[in-house]
């Protein structure tokens, strides 16, 4: 059987709202009291068959020849981890890095970034 697995890693700067988007890809409320993400917070996101299509736009009317989705009777099982985006974690975010992940990275464009992510370019993102 093949194994429909993904691995979304959330990186940012503290309060930007990796664990809010996190929790409303899940389907999870808006929590304006969430405290933040202490190291790594995970949870799992399954998208069966049709949810997945639904999400790309993929139809009986418009199928998508290029791309291999699970079967109607499998499932696309998301490992999502939120890293906390304070500074003091940076170090560790290393250990949890991987090139089979995709990235998400949130930013808040009415702030800017935290005086110690900074390492030579104008956005910060350099740290990740």
């Known amino acids: 059987a093949d194994c429909w697995c993904a691995r979304w890693i959330f990186v940012g700067f503290e309060r930007v709202g990796k664990t809010s988007l996190s929790r409303a890809l899940q389907g999870l409320p808006f929590d304006s009291r969430e405290q933040s993400t202490n190291g790594l ?12 299509r639904g999400w790309l736009g993929v139809t009986s009317e418009a199928p998508c020849d290029q791309l291999r989705l699970p079967a109607d ?3 696309l099982e998301v490992g999502m981890w939120d890293m906390a985006g304070q500074s003091v974690y940076y170090l560790t975010h290393d250990i949890f890095l991987s090139q089979r992940a995709t990235y998400v990275l949130p930013w808040r464009c009415d702030r800017s970034p935290p005086a110690e992510a900074l390492c030579g370019t104008d956005d910060g993102a350099c740290s990740w």
């Open 41 to 52: 917070g995970v949870s799992t996101l399954r998208l069966d068959a049709h949810a997945l």
């Open 73 to 75: 009777d499998e499932a």
